[in-house]
């Protein structure tokens, strides 16, 4: 894989010598999260992550290529640290003389790769998008469909593949509101789903911890406690409307409220909390309904500064997740899991213009989350805070 990327980035360059823009920008964020495995027992670590971006914009035609290899350290799992390449090209040509109908398409592939300790959780995805856009006299219209195909080579029943039908209308007024709706149909199948996973041993040695799903084993030993081997499907119809307005020209809000309802998801299904850094795994935004209420502010400051504040507030319904009643329980007994969960994002940001030669881009970010479960292991608080730097050439 890595002589493939280098061949990539070595053809990339030779074209946007002569025929294109091509651009370089590297990327250096530091974080501190206190609870690693959102779990009632918290393990803090710094998380370091260095990137590189490899930009690649044809002159001539609507063609956009990027290579984005990045790398995550933590400072004292080192054993979590990973690779994680990815690969995207878009081809996004307009259909008429006026501009009015757009069509887009993409193509992306990424490679998670963990140590040893962790392999069993290294994974490879490809995304395939298409979509039409029209920009009319009464509204903006986007029109759009994405395939998804994750596969786990050593660990077959985290595999899915999953297909995004989305529709999207956006119409301004002369008060200076937008009003934003959404609509989107979501399936996702797993071949051969197995809802629970017991981990018998951990990092510190302790031995067995119940269901161990906050610390990651030096070592993929695990026992299966089989619930279901047959398919699992999640489909999910979500309905989002958002209504944003520009108070004055250097301050903005916006609300929205988006709910979901389950079409005819099947089998039985667990999510599998195995550790920070994969949100699918530890909480497959398709096991759950939403009733979601979200708002941010944003103030474009003095000398460029800008400062950003969100907040969301998220009741979720699992479709076919049991709630595991205490700590001691090695398989869930409880009636179906639900959480109230609300995050609080705190964004102060500038840009810097050198020379006109590069322009470096200074982020600092806190994020605040207080889940509330009936499922024990899902009752947790988790602070992250930080900084990154992005620098374009």
């Known amino acids: ?121 290294n994974y490879w995805q490809v995304r395939f998008s298409g979509g039409l856009y029209h920009d009319g006299s009464f509204a903006l219209q986007q029109i759009s469909y994405q395939y998804q195909l994750r596969e786990y080579p050593d660990f077959s029943e985290l595999s899915n593949r999953t297909h995004f039908f989305n529709w999207k209308l956006n119409k301004s007024f002369k008060t200076r509101t937008t009003l934003i709706t959404n609509l989107q149909i979501s399936s996702r199948q797993y071949e051969s789903q197995t809802a629970y996973i017991v981990v018998t041993d951990t990092l510190e040695g302790t031995g067995s911890r119940g269901r161990g799903r906050r610390e990651p084993p030096p070592r993929i030993i695990t026992h299966e406690v089989l619930l279901s081997s047959g398919p699992v499907e999640l489909q999910q119809l979500a309905v989002a409307v958002r209504i944003a307005q520009n108070v004055w020209p250097n301050f903005g809000v916006f609300v929205q409220y988006l709910k979901s309802f389950n079409l005819s998801s099947t089998g039985e299904f667990q999510n599998y909390g195995a550790y920070w850094g994969d949100e699918q795994l530890f909480d497959d935004p398709l096991s759950y309904l939403r009733d979601q209420w979200s708002a941010q502010l944003t103030w474009m400051m003095p000398h460029q500064w800008q400062l ?60 605040y989350t207080n889940n509330h479960s009936n499922s024990y292991w899902y009752n947790y608080q988790n602070l992250i805070s930080g900084i990154s730097i992005n620098l374009v050439y």
Not at 325 to 345: H, I, V, W, Y
Request: glycine share 4%.
């Open 1 to 121: 894989m890595s002589k493939i990327i280098v061949g990539v980035i070595f053809i990339l360059m030779i074209n946007s010598m002569s025929f294109a823009q091509f651009s370089v920008s590297s990327n250096v964020s530091s974080f501190y999260n206190d609870n690693l495995y959102r779990s009632p027992d918290k393990t803090g670590d710094w998380i370091t992550n260095i990137g590189l971006i490899l930009d690649y914009q044809a002159s001539k035609y609507p063609v956009n290529l990027e290579v984005n290899p990045d790398y995550y350290f933590y400072a004292s799992h080192p054993e979590q640290n990973f690779w994680f390449p990815s690969l995207s090209a878009e081809y996004f040509p307009f259909l008429d003389k006026n501009k009015n109908w757009q069509f887009y398409s993409a193509m992306d592939a990424s490679f998670k790769l963990n140590k040893d300790d962790l392999k069993a959780y």
């Open 308 to 367: 950003r504040f969100s907040t969301v507030f998220n009741r979720k319904s699992y479709i076919k997740e049991k709630a595991y009643l205490n700590a001691e329980e090695s398989t869930p007994g409880g009636e179906l899991r639900k959480d109230q969960k609300l995050d609080f994002t705190l964004t102060l940001g500038k840009s810097f213009f050198v020379k006109e030669k590069f322009t470096i881009n200074i982020r600092g970010q806190v994020f």
